[in-house]
Structure formats: structure tokens, C-alpha cells
């Protein structure tokens, strides 16, 4: 009986010459292979790939890089502080739903905390070669260093730009107009008359788009609008909003958030005037995130699905960086759901 060990192939890093050797092909037509090269033909390809999948060949992606001054790498840009980005569970899923469409692509994913000291240095990082295109979440509208880079690098916003000069930039945005015009017409049907808002930082689309569906709402069922206090999106920021409400004096049986954080505040802050949810005042929220679903009553709300909307954000700027044809604007769908504070 033959000693195994005679068959053994010895264990070598397969190379781009072996591949060709295999392939019986040249160097340079497996290169053009792995590069993808319109100049290779179908049956060449076929076959330099049964050689690349018998070697188990992995390319180099440094020398890959290189030759097609690519890095298979994308830029997630947070324009905020490192304790609001950790703290809001938005962010969380925007991230998750751009890693889950990255990972059926070569590209990595670089999650950048933009410096609120040294604005520059992302700017630096993103024109120094170092990614093939940007996602930008958050952004505010004095962020125009984001917009112009569009000129240099493909990106894509989370959220509609403000700016003036952006009519050319690309975004996914959640219909935030429409999803806070149902919040408010739901309140309106249950019978709420006196209708407040607590709204989102007004530099800010998501800001600006809820509070206009709010409006929207009211002037079409002919109800004079309540007072409006702007907050951060954050749970202590909802709560003094709520308080600055009530100080108001002005009557009030119903509440519209901007997001769910500033809604788990407003709670709180309705507790400490010893008012309840919902029978002294209706509260409805927007995200549908995990403070929403753990209020004591559970809360009302919109969901706009960010798992969905950084997904459809890495699959259109994985597009752009192709070459391929996209949409400037995609829209993504918002939708009620409805719990036990209204």
C-alpha cells in the first residue's frame, strides 16, 4: 500500500502565477480576470476561475488597490458627539442595516465620529485616497464641507441636505413629513383638540420635515395649532421641552415628539405635573425604537425603519461607485404603530 505522504501537495500560498499555470494562461490575463476587464472572454473567464477556485487563490487586494486606485473600503460619517452617537439607538441601526447590504460586497465599512474640534480632519481623511465613497448620517445644516466633497467622492446622505448648493448630492430619506402628518391626523381622530409638538432641531431635515407634517395636519382639519418647543432629540432634552410646554399655561390633551427619545423625556416631565398618559395627555413619538416599546403605557409611534434606510443607503452609494445609474432621491416609507398612550 502506498505511504499517503507521496500524494501530498505541499502547502503553498497559492499565487497569481500558479493561477495561470493551472489556467494555462498568461499572468496578465488572470490579473485582467480578478480586475474584472471588459477584454477577457467569457470562456477565459470561466476558466481562470475553475483555476482560482481549485488553488482556493484569495487576490491581493493591496496590489488590486493599487492597479485600480481602489480601496474596497466606504466612510460611515456621524456628525456628532461620541455619547450622542452611543446613546441613540438610531444610530445603532443605520449602521446595521449598511454592514448587512456590505456584507454580500468586498467592502469594509469605516465608521467615522466626526471631531467637533478639528472639522478638517475628516474632511483630510476622506480626500486622501483612504475610502471609494462616504455615507454621512445626522448631518446638520452647517455641515456644507459634506456637500461639497461630493464633487471629489461619491456620497450619499442619510436625510435630505438643506443646503442651497446640495441640489446635486445624493440621499435616502424616511418620509418624515407624511409619517408626522398620520401621528398627528391619528391624534386628531381620537379626539385630541389641543395639540402640542415637541420638534427636532430645525438646522436639522428630520427636524424641519416633522414639524411641517405636524402643521400640515392641523391646518387641513382646521384646528389651530398648539405650541412648539424645539429639543436635541435626546431623552433630557424632550423632558425641559415638555416643561417648557406646561409652563406655556396654554391647555393641551395631546403631544406630537419628533423621536421617541424626546418622548420617553416628555413622559417624565408629564409624571412630575402629576399628569398621566394618555388620560390627561395623548403622546405619540417617532422611530420606533427600543424606548418606545419599554414606556409605561408603551408608546405610540412611527416607524421609519433606519435598519432599512442604511441598507438602501450602502446599496445606492455601492452603485454610485460603479458608475452605475442612480436616483438623487430615494424615499423610504414611514408607517403608525399603534400602542396604548393615545
Known amino acids: 500500500m502506498e505511504s499517503s505522504s507521496q500524494h501530498t501537495v505541499p502547502r503553498r500560498t497559492p499565487t497569481l502565477e500558479m493561477v495561470a499555470e493551472v489556467a494555462g494562461v498568461s499572468r496578465a490575463t488572470v490579473s485582467r480576470v480578478i480586475n474584472d476587464s471588459p477584454k477577457v472572454t467569457p470562456e477565459v473567464i470561466a476558466v481562470v476561475n475553475a483555476a482560482i477556485a481549485e488553488l482556493n487563490y484569495v487576490p491581493n487586494r493591496a496590489a488590486r488597490s493599487l492597479a485600480s486606485r481602489k480601496t474596497q473600503a466606504i466612510a460611515l460619517i456621524v456628525p456628532e458627539s461620541t455619547a450622542k452617537v452611543f446613546a441613540d439607538p438610531f444610530f445603532a441601526s443605520v449602521v446595521q442595516g449598511v454592514a448587512t447590504h456590505l456584507s454580500s460586497t468586498d467592502y469594509t465599512l469605516n465608521l467615522l465620529i466626526a471631531s467637533e474640534t478639528d472639522p478638517d480632519k475628516t474632511r483630510r481623511y476622506l480626500l486622501g485616497g483612504n475610502v471609494d465613497g462616504a455615507l454621512v448620517v445626522s448631518h446638520h445644516s452647517g455641515d456644507h464641507s459634506y456637500t461639497q466633497l461630493g464633487n471629489a467622492l461619491p456620497i450619499v446622505f442619510g436625510g435630505r441636505p438643506l443646503q442651497a448648493d446640495a441640489t446635486d448630492s445624493y440621499y435616502v430619506d424616511a418620509d418624515n413629513v407624511h409619517g408626522a402628518r398620520i401621528a398627528t391626523e391619528y391624534l386628531i381622530g381620537r379626539g385630541r383638540r389641543q395639540i402640542a409638538a415637541i420638534a ?7 427636524g424641519i420635515d416633522r414639524l411641517r407634517g405636524f402643521r400640515e395636519a392641523l391646518a387641513s382639519a382646521g384646528l389651530t395649532e398648539g405650541p412648539v418647543e424645539t429639543a436635541d432629540f435626546s431623552p433630557a432634552g424632550g423632558a425641559d421641552a415638555m416643561r417648557r410646554l406646561l409652563a406655556t399655561g396654554q391647555p393641551l390633551d395631546a403631544v406630537l415628539a419628533a423621536n421617541d427619545q424626546m ?15 394618555p388620560h390627561d395627555v395623548a403622546l405619540i413619538g417617532f422611530d420606533n425604537d427600543n424606548f418606545g416599546a419599554t414606556l409605561s403605557p408603551p408608546l405610540t409611534t412611527v416607524d421609519q425603519s433606519p435598519v432599512a434606510l442604511g441598507e438602501e443607503m450602502a446599496r445606492k452609494l455601492v452603485q454610485l461607485i460603479a458608475g452605475d445609474p442612480v436616483p438623487r432621491a430615494t424615499i423610504t416609507p414611514t408607517r403608525l404603530v399603534e400602542r396604548t398612550s393615545v
Not at 427636532?200 to 428630520?206: E, K, L, T, V, Y
Request: no cysteine.
Open 263 to 277: 418622548a420617553a423625556g416628555a413622559y417624565g416631565a408629564l409624571a412630575e405635573a402629576g399628569l398621566r398618559v
Open 200 to 206: 427636532g432641531p430645525q438646522d436639522m431635515p428630520a
